[in-house]
């Protein structure tokens, strides 16, 4: 079974995220607009459902009229041993970019490290990784 994905309703900035997201990972991006959809709930130029695949892969869309845009309250996407310690460390640092460093990336007191992120779109993200995998672990964190 495939692992569940991020999908976000934004408000007019689908194009936009997409693209930093795909700043973030890597992956590739696809993108339709409503009036490739035929859809009429939204303006024809708007993303009506966009995607990246890759390391991380997420779903993003312009919020149409009857969609709620996205909100994050009690929701944290969790990527912990999603990829080696350095990458783990340049993604905390990318979303730090224009967004907020909740908790810094750091070494806790049970040996592991982790820290949280809320990136420019509202996401609030969960970065760590276990220790032993990585020679430069121990390294100064990304800190915003």
Request: net charge negative.
């Amino acid at each position: 079974m495939p692992a569940p994905a991020l999908y976000l309703h934004l408000p007019g900035t689908a194009a936009e995220a997409l693209e930093f997201y795909q700043g973030v990972f890597g992956g590739e991006t696809s993108a339709a607009t409503f009036a490739e959809f035929e859809r009429t709930d939204g303006p024809g130029s708007a993303i009506a459902h966009g995607m990246l695949r890759g390391a991380v892969d997420l779903y993003v869309s312009d919020a149409g009229e009857q969609d709620e845009p996205f909100s994050a309250r009690g929701l944290m996407v969790a990527l912990l041993g999603a990829a080696e310690p350095t990458t783990l460390r340049t993604w905390f640092a990318a979303l730090a970019e224009g967004g907020d460093v909740v908790d810094p990336l750091q070494r806790r007191a049970w040996g592991a490290s982790d820290g949280q992120v809320r990136d420019r779109y509202g996401v609030l993200w969960l970065i760590g990784y276990e220790h032993g995998t990585d020679p430069t672990a121990d390294a100064t964190t990304a800190q915003k």
